[in-house]
């Protein structure tokens, strides 16, 4: 199971940008998917969660400006991030309950980070 992310980059103060981030391999089904970052000289941090039914949670520094959606037709999680803020510089990670085929096992699985960068 791979998870590959995509949509970082530089953006100025306020302004957005649209992470996504697709499962592909060996997947029987998907439970939960989330975006986690982590800034420079800090340790990995939660940003934002979703289930299967969609049932989300959110970091209390990015509610109502992050929202957090997914596709399970396209086994892909996206992060809108509006209003963004210097503060929000980080790698961010997605992450993926994975149930692989002709496995009852549940794994945890990461993508490579895609570096977002805000500029004041």
């Known amino acids: 199971v791979q998870l590959q992310a995509s949509g970082g980059g530089l953006v100025q103060a306020g302004g957005s940008l649209r992470l996504s981030c697709a499962a592909s391999?060996?997947?029987?089904?998907?439970?939960?998917m989330g975006w986690y970052r982590q800034a420079p000289g800090k340790q990995r941090e939660l940003a934002a969660t979703?289930?299967?039914?969609?049932?989300?949670n959110y970091a209390d520094s990015v509610k109502g400006r992050f929202t957090i959606s997914r596709d399970n037709a396209r086994n892909t999680v996206y992060l809108q991030m509006n209003t963004l803020k210097p503060e929000d510089t980080a790698v961010y990670y997605c992450?993926?309950?994975?149930?692989?085929?002709?496995?009852?096992?549940?794994?945890?699985?990461w993508g490579q980070g895609t570096l977002v960068t805000v500029s004041s």
């Open positions: 992450n993926a309950e994975v149930r692989i085929s002709g496995s009852f096992r549940v794994m945890n699985y």
């Open positions: 391999g060996s997947i029987f089904s998907i439970y939960g």
């Open positions: 979703i289930t299967s039914g969609g049932s989300t």
